[in-house]
């Protein structure tokens, strides 16, 4: 059993059982079969899931998904995969997609961790993107985090050299954690120098979370890596 099974006895998220609205569920339902992706053992195929070849972005637990759609819109060459597990989140998503007729997005509503594993192909995504994940601030909690070792290993393996992984928190100790784990982890090097945040890169729009917490006072910290060439690849 690798160290990444077993950390998936200890879950990142908790799955809240909160109603979907009548729109969400509608949308759900209605936009699933369009632009839904089944979690299975399969490699995922993605220009045929997309119909076409592109840049690929995998964004981890979009949330409701405004940021998400906000890319897509601005990129529309660019293909996005977004995973969230919360069904609510992903109705509300596919609602957006549809209103702006949307076609560079497509969803799993599965656990991240199981859909990199054994649906995303080695070496395929252009950019992962985790944008204020759970932090698990209580000390005791905090082996619950997502952004451990094991997950940042298999994080890079679906990154094509040059690819980048951009993570963003709102909690400074986190920020420190992502940015220890990130910087040892093999394969990857930090695009702004050893031990150096960046300010938000002007294509990731704001979330409500941000501005939330910005009228709290909390800082907010961006970290930016990319997965190294070796020799030969171009």
């Known amino acids: 059993?690798?160290?990444?099974?077993?950390?998936?006895?200890?879950?990142?998220?908790?799955?809240?059982?909160g109603r979907m609205t009548?729109?969400?569920r509608r949308a759900f339902e209605e936009?699933?079969?369009?632009?839904?992706?089944e979690y299975g053992s399969d490699n995922l195929a993605i220009d045929?899931?997309?119909?076409?070849?592109?840049?690929?972005?995998?964004?981890?637990?979009?949330?409701?998904?405004?940021?998400?759609v906000?890319?897509?819109?601005?990129?529309?060459?660019?293909?996005?995969?977004?995973?969230e597990v919360h069904r609510p989140g992903v109705g509300r998503l596919l609602h957006s997609v549809a209103e702006l007729e949307l076609s560079n997005i497509r969803v799993y509503c599965?656990?991240?961790?199981?859909?990199?594993?054994?649906?995303?192909?080695?070496?395929s995504l252009d950019a992962v993107q985790i944008f204020f994940p759970d932090p698990w601030h209580k000390k005791r909690h905090k082996k619950r985090r997502l952004i451990q070792p094991a997950f940042v290993a298999l994080l890079v393996s679906r990154l094509k050299p040059g690819g980048i992984l951009h993570l963003a928190t709102d909690w400074e100790d986190y920020a420190q954690q992502m940015m220890t784990v990130l910087s040892n982890a093999e394969g990857l090097s930090n695009m702004h120098g050893e031990g150096e945040f960046v300010l938000r890169p002007e294509y990731r729009p704001l979330t409500k979370f941000e501005l939330r917490g910005a009228?709290?006072?909390h800082g907010v910290w961006d970290l930016e890596f990319s997965r190294e060439r070796t020799r030969g690849q171009l």
Not at 48 to 55: C, K, L, V, Y
Request: a positive charge.
């Open 70 to 83: 906000e890319m897509a819109r601005s990129r529309p060459d660019s293909n996005f995969i977004g995973i």
């Open 215 to 217: 009228k709290l006072g």
């Open 48 to 68: 045929t899931a997309f119909g076409r070849a592109g840049p690929t972005v995998l964004e981890i637990g979009f949330g409701m998904g405004q940021s998400l």
């Open 1 to 17: 059993m690798t160290d990444l099974d077993k950390r998936q006895r200890i879950r990142s998220y908790v799955l809240r059982t």
């Open 110 to 123: 599965h656990d991240a961790v199981e859909v990199l594993r054994d649906c995303i192909p080695e070496a």
């Open 22 to 24: 009548p729109a969400q």
């Open 31 to 37: 936009g699933w079969q369009r632009w839904g992706l």
